[in-house]
């Protein structure tokens, strides 16, 4: 009669075999979960630029249409009444806060759009141009160009290397 020795248990190459399975889903899930991240703090972003414009046209509507802003003269901005004074009136009443999704406050500055980009990307800047408009040629509002207009354009570098642009006037 022929004895067979039944093994119980898993063999070396089953055990090795499962756990690299296991880290190559490991491996993926950590790969993907910083892109997804960064896809939600650039949500983020311009969900609140859309409040932002929403913002500045309450503004408008509560002193007969004038803008915000003054004239770029090289050295400094001469503007009355400023950004700050309209982001802590409109978007900052009560309990509400207005803050990049890194937990900075946003900063707006007018004029020259590469001294936003010197700052980084989520460094929570939002540049203000006057006389432009965004380009939507591309179908999306996501746009590094802007073109001369009767307007007024608000933009944020995103984290994924692209620029949302809104136009503040319409």
């Known amino acids: 009669m022929n004895k ?50 929403a913002a500045y046209h309450q503004y408008r509507a509560n002193n007969k249409g ?27 009443k009560g309990n509400d806060t207005f803050r990049d999704p890194l937990g900075e406050d946003y900063f707006v500055q007018e004029g020259l759009w590469d001294y936003a980009r010197a700052g980084g990307v989520g460094t929570g800047v939002i540049t203000i141009k006057d006389g432009h408009v965004c380009d939507y040629s591309s179908n999306k509002p996501i746009n590094q160009r802007i073109v001369s207009g009767n307007g007024q354009t608000a933009r944020i570098w995103l984290e994924s290397g692209e620029v949302y642009c809104l136009d503040l006037l319409n």
Do not use: C
């Open 4 to 53: 067979h020795k039944l093994n119980k248990g898993f063999t070396i190459i089953e055990v090795v075999l499962v756990l690299a399975i296991v880290g190559l889903i490991f491996l993926a899930v950590f790969l993907a979960l910083p892109a997804l991240q960064r896809n939600q703090r650039d949500t983020q972003r311009k969900n609140d630029m859309s409040r932002f414009k």
């Open 66 to 92: 004038s803008k915000i802003g003054g004239v770029f003269n090289g050295e400094s901005m001469s503007k009355l009444p400023n950004w700050d004074n309209f982001i802590n009136e409109y978007l900052r």
